[in-house]
């Protein structure tokens, strides 16, 4: 099963690197788009999708961290309100993206005014994965051993501190594990993005801007312009490499926390 | 945090008494330091623990001893009050532990678990180094004077016989260390705040042998500064370091306090048969 899958992603990769790999060059990452993305480079498009990213996890993160420690550590495990945070949860991690899009649009551009920004953008992309990261930040903490917080409790620790001092540094290999998937989940993102973020590939000047995400970008390409995929592979092949970067990236530090902060320090 | 006078005799039997309900035991030499006063433990509708009254005087081990089951260990967590972390759990009677009512609704729980060390059956130190492990519950009682931490470190490790062992490594993982010195490390983590009571639930009985001696040998150093309240199912143990003993047991799915007094009336001259039957390993 597991050959499988790897032979799965490496046909996939082959793919992309075989139709992709000619357009990788140095204009494409710092030159704009030109005769509508076929020529040219991405680098409005780079800037646009990191700060819509950034936007996301700046507000998921807080958020979604407060709701972990809210289900994990302050509800009881079977209390009514419990439960029903973790199924409206479940359910909303299954919701399609296109849905999350409307929502956006209809919320943030429209109600609260934003317009097609890359605000809006990122915080729909915000309400798709907080779902993910809460569960996972949640599963985290639960599965910080019982001994711990009997060992703190009875050191008269407060229920503050515990969860401060002592479950979330135990817990960060599984918030990172959950920020990975969130932060993958974002960036691959398209049908969200198309209703709340705008497809505009200009550089954008302010969070206000509207801004086109890598992953529009390739739809874009690839659905809309004739004589576009040269182009579309080789961003394709950028979003693969971004999120094998930020991956190993994500591993490198949890090791690194994990081995240094947390045991040693 | 004033130390009352110590009591004890050399072979410590003055040090602790345990008054019983029913006639057994002896009489304490003053007022008790630990004094339970018909304690009841309820999880939910299920009573685990009956009536149970104990008198500890301010030094000394006591050695709780009893098939599973007999509420040893619950009444330990009753006296720091760990059972507020089981919702079901319903504690009734009176525990006074020094000046404070342990039971009452307005003591303030955590400087009550300042005052009651706890070491557990199994290791527990934090996944942090050992200078972290033992200067966190410092500061989480707002000690922040790193020259002060670095003190009462050394002298906590010094105490459990740690210090030449792992004084070199104290920014290294406390989890890489073997089994008997992290219940070293967790029992020099309880003395970095110097409490008055150390309740041990049954501190030896998840290390090898040897690590089981060391421990043992570091409880009885222990036993002229510091209230201890120890579960063992050893009884070799209990007979060996205890000053008092206590016997619990099971009857009617609940436990009971059976006897108790100074170990060496408890485990040569038993006065209920139960405690003969136990101790003769006829029973339990």
Same mark, same amino acid.
């Given at each position: ?265 | ?140 009682? !707002?000690?922040?004077?790193? $020259? *002060?931490?670095? %003190? #009462? ?6 105490? @459990?016989? /740690?210090? &030449? =062992? ?12 073997? !089994?008997?010195?992290?219940? $070293? *490390?967790?029992? %020099? #983590? ?6 008055? @009571?150390? /309740?041990? &639930? =049954? ?18 150093? *222990? ?62």
């Amino acid at each position: 099963m597991a050959l499988v899958l790897l032979v799965f992603f490496a046909g996939l990769l082959g793919h992309l690197l075989w139709h992709g790999a000619a357009g990788l060059s140095w204009e494409l990452f710092t030159a704009p788009p030109r005769h509508a993305g076929r020529d040219g480079g991405i680098a409005p498009i780079l800037v646009s999708t990191g700060l819509i990213l950034g936007v996301c996890m700046v507000t998921a993160l807080p958020f979604g961290l407060g709701t972990a420690v809210l289900l994990a550590e302050v509800t009881q495990r079977r209390s009514w309100t419990g439960e029903f945070v973790r199924r409206s949860l479940d359910t909303l991690a299954g919701v399609p993206s296109i849905v999350f899009g409307l929502f956006g649009n209809a919320f943030f551009c429209v109600t609260l005014g934003l317009g097609f920004s890359i605000m809006s953008g990122g915080l729909t992309l915000a309400c798709m994965v907080l779902p993910i990261l809460i569960r996972t930040a949640e599963e985290g903490l639960r599965a910080v051993p019982r001994e711990y917080r009997l060992a703190a409790a009875a050191l008269g620790f407060s229920h503050a501190s515990t969860v401060c001092q002592l479950l979330l540094p135990a817990a960060v290999p599984a918030l990172l594990a959950g920020f990975i998937l969130g932060l993958g989940r974002a960036m691959a993102e398209t049908a969200a993005l198309i209703f709340t973020s705008g497809y505009v590939d200009r550089m954008p000047a302010s969070l206000w801007d509207s801004g086109r995400a890598l992953s529009i970008h390739i739809y874009d390409l690839s659905m809309h312009v004739p004589g576009g995929d040269g182009r579309a592979y080789a961003s394709a092949l950028v979003l693969i490499g971004l999120l094998l970067v930020i991956n190993a990236g994500a591993m490198w530090a949890g090791r690194r926390l994990t081995a240094q902060w947390i045991l040693v320090a | 945090m004033k130390r009352s006078p110590v009591t004890a005799t050399p072979d410590g039997d003055t040090a602790v008494n345990a008054s019983a309900p029913a006639g057994a035991a002896a009489a304490p030499t003053g007022a008790p330091f630990l004094a339970l006063r018909r304690v009841n433990v309820f999880y939910g509708a299920r009573q685990a623990l009956a009536d149970v009254s104990l008198s500890i005087d301010r030094v000394g081990i006591t050695a709780l001893v009893g098939p599973s089951g007999s509420g040893k260990t619950t009444l330990l967590t009753c006296v720091n009050r760990l059972t507020d972390l089981i919702p079901s759990c319903r504690v009734t009677g009176a525990i006074r532990c020094g000046d404070l009512d342990v039971l009452s609704p307005d003591t303030d729980v955590l400087r009550l678990r300042r005052r009651i060390g706890m070491i557990f059956q199994k290791p527990n130190p934090f996944p942090f180094s050992i200078r972290r492990n033992l200067a966190c519950p410092l500061r989480e009682h !707002g000690v922040t004077d790193p $020259r *002060l931490i670095d %003190a #009462r470190l050394e002298s906590a490790l010094r105490q @459990v016989g /740690l210090w &030449d =062992e792992v004084s070199d490594r104290l920014d290294t993982a406390a989890l890489a260390l073997s !089994g008997g010195q992290q219940q $070293r *490390l967790c029992i %020099a #983590r309880a003395l970095m705040l110097s409490p008055d @009571v150390l /309740l041990m &639930d =049954e501190p030896c009985s998840a290390l090898d042998p040897m690590s089981s001696g060391w421990v043992e040998d570091l409880i009885t150093a *222990l036993r002229r500064q510091y209230t201890i309240v120890i579960v063992t199912h050893n009884l070799a143990q209990a007979r060996r370091i205890a000053d008092h003993a206590a016997l619990f047991w099971v009857r009617d799915g609940v436990g009971r306090l059976i006897e108790h007094g100074p170990a060496a009336q408890l485990f040569d001259h038993p006065r209920h048969e139960l405690t003969a039957a136990y101790i003769n390993g006829v029973r339990g």
